[in-house]
């Protein structure tokens, strides 16, 4: 399976992600991924990573970790915790759950040191790029007033940010650009793929959906059909 295009799929808290749901939330995603080729990413709420973990296959991250070490830090979450209970890596910064930069950074350190992945999101490219240089595995771009519409995507109301973001962290690092806020269809995903992103971030378009599976599918298409347009246009350049 490649790795990119990646779907990113934030459980967040909605009942249909919690217990019992949000195994079989997460067996019907890995269905998905196994019939259509995709590389799907689940992040889950850190009490239930070692649950989502043990049912499926696929990469399951936390939505959540706090930079602390091992010792008397009670209450907090931290990257040894997540590890031992079956995480592949951490959502970092997510606009529902923000953190000061050196937060960020020192959480990034932190998981790198023990092997975990990193997603860090940001609203906007200027966050984009002051983030880059700490290396995080993937940085998603999300506008904030975007998250859970039903009306406009970033990829339909704000293409450009999707862009902006891609060269400024390609002017820096190679670290992947994902986006997210309001991505629900194949036109979303195929916006988003022709600018630059290498995948997508999304959480209620998937979570709550009557039928997911069906909805991973569309944004497969998406996918397809940018990565059709690329190979044509790099046809016609090289028939030139």
Same mark, same amino acid.
């Given at each position: 399976?490649?790795?990119?295009?990646?779907?990113?799929?934030?459980?967040?808290?909605?009942?249909?992600?919690? %217990?019992?749901? &949000?195994?079989?939330?997460?067996?019907?995603?890995?269905?998905?991924?196994?019939?259509?080729?995709?590389?799907?990413?689940?992040?889950?709420?850190?009490?239930?990573? /070692?649950?989502?973990?043990?049912?499926?296959?696929?990469?399951?991250?936390? =939505?959540?970790?706090?930079?602390? %070490?091992? %010792?008397?830090?009670?209450?907090?979450?931290?990257?040894?915790?997540?590890?031992?209970?079956?995480?592949? %890596?951490?959502?970092?910064? /997510?606009?529902?759950?923000? =953190? /000061?930069?050196?937060?960020?950074?020192?959480?990034?350190? @932190?998981?790198?040191?023990?092997?975990?992945?990193?997603?860090?999101?940001?609203?906007?490219?200027?966050?984009?790029?002051?983030?880059?240089?700490?290396?995080? $595995?993937?940085?998603?771009?999300?506008?904030?007033?975007?998250?859970?519409?039903?009306? @406009?995507?970033?990829?339909? *109301?704000?293409?450009?940010?999707?862009?902006?973001?891609?060269?400024?962290?390609?002017?820096?690092? =190679?670290?992947?650009?994902?986006?997210?806020?309001?991505?629900?269809?194949?036109?979303?995903?195929?916006?988003?793929?022709?600018?630059?992103?290498?995948?997508?971030?999304?959480?209620?378009?998937?979570?709550?959906?009557?039928?997911?599976?069906?909805?991973?599918?569309?944004?497969?298409? &998406?996918?397809?059909? @940018?990565?059709? @347009?690329?190979? /044509?246009?790099?046809?016609?350049? *090289? $028939? =030139?």
């Amino acid at each position: 399976m490649e790795p990119f295009p990646v779907i990113i799929v934030n459980f967040k808290n909605y009942p249909q992600s919690i %217990g019992e749901s &949000g195994k079989a939330l997460a067996k019907i995603l890995e269905r998905a991924a196994e019939e259509l080729r995709i590389n799907i990413i689940l992040a889950v709420s850190p009490v239930e990573v /070692h649950a989502i973990s043990e049912a499926v296959s696929l990469d399951v991250f936390s =939505e959540h970790v706090d930079h602390d %070490g091992q %010792g008397a830090h009670t209450g907090k979450i931290t990257p040894e915790d997540l590890l031992a209970n079956g995480a592949r %890596g951490v959502l970092i910064n /997510h606009s529902e759950d923000p =953190e /000061h930069l050196n937060v960020i950074e020192e959480a990034v350190r @932190a998981c790198r040191a023990l092997g975990l992945q990193t997603i860090v999101c940001v609203p906007d490219a200027e966050q984009a790029a002051t983030v880059a240089p700490f290396r995080p $595995d993937f940085i998603a771009v999300e506008p904030p007033e975007l998250i859970s519409s039903e009306v @406009a995507s970033i990829a339909t *109301a704000r293409p450009e940010l999707i862009q902006d973001t891609v060269e400024a962290v390609s002017s820096i690092t =190679e670290v992947p650009v994902l986006c997210g806020a309001g991505v629900k269809s194949a036109l979303d995903t195929r916006i988003s793929f022709e600018l630059g992103a290498q995948g997508i971030l999304v959480a209620s378009a998937v979570v709550k959906s009557p039928d997911p599976a069906t909805v991973i599918k569309d944004f497969v298409v &998406g996918f397809a059909l @940018a990565l059709e @347009a690329r190979e /044509h246009a790099e046809d016609e350049e *090289a $028939d =030139e």
